[in-house]
């Protein structure tokens, strides 16, 4: 029994030493932590910040060289596409020049009737140029029962768009109502 104390009152006293041993080690760790940052807050002094000394010069040499960047930028753009419409003037006959001069390069835009919709012409590709598709006038009335409709037998509050309906109110404004005699007394 003896032989089994000595060997735990040995095993005890390693574990002393070891744990020891670390705490020895935790301490030159914490040592060195704070001699760097010591040397650092050293390092920190010698830098220069000077940052909010000149912010308005700053600022405005900023604002100088960002708007002759936008500029250097924007100028072969501009110039390509003066470039691009003098060239397509040059190239247009005299009635085309006089069509573009008086705004109407396209067809005139039709005036809709009442309630007419607008419809899509379609998202898929056509191949032949033939078809009637190609030339069918898509701002014209579609013949809907919508586009049939004469307003002008309906009640001046009916002739509305969406008339009935949800997102549509009552009263617009009481501009269109007499209310002189709500306020007598």
């Known amino acids: 029994m003896r032989a089994l104390d000595e060997a ?25 932590i704070q001699k760097s940052l010591i040397e650092k ?5 010698d830098v220069d910040t000077d940052d909010g000394a000149n912010e308005a010069e700053v600022y405005e040499s900023w604002k100088a060289r960002e708007i002759a960047r936008i500029k250097r930028d924007r100028d072969p ?4 596409k003066e470039k691009e419409e003098i060239e397509k003037v040059r190239n247009m006959t005299e009635e085309e020049r006089k069509k573009t001069k008086s705004g109407r390069s396209c067809a005139p ?19 032949d140029p ?3 598709i190609y030339w069918r006038d898509f701002w014209a009335p579609t013949g ?8 002008s037998i309906l ?6 768009k969406n008339f009935g309906r949800r997102g549509r109110t009552k009263w617009t404004h009481l501009v269109n109502n007499d209310t002189t005699d709500l306020y007598k007394q």
Do not use: C
């Open 155 to 160: 009640p001046k509050n009916m002739q509305v």
């Open 130 to 132: 033939d078809d009637a």
């Open 8 to 32: 735990e009152v040995w095993k005890l006293g390693k574990r002393k030493r070891a744990t020891k041993q670390i705490v020895v080690e935790m301490i030159r760790d914490d040592y060195d």
């Open 41 to 45: 807050e050293a390092d920190v002094g």
């Open 109 to 127: 835009k039709k005036k809709w009737k009442f309630l007419q919709t607008y419809r899509h012409k379609g998202a898929y590709f056509q191949s």
């Open 144 to 151: 809907s029962g919508d586009d049939k409709l004469n307003e």
């Open 77 to 80: 753009k501009i110039k390509m």
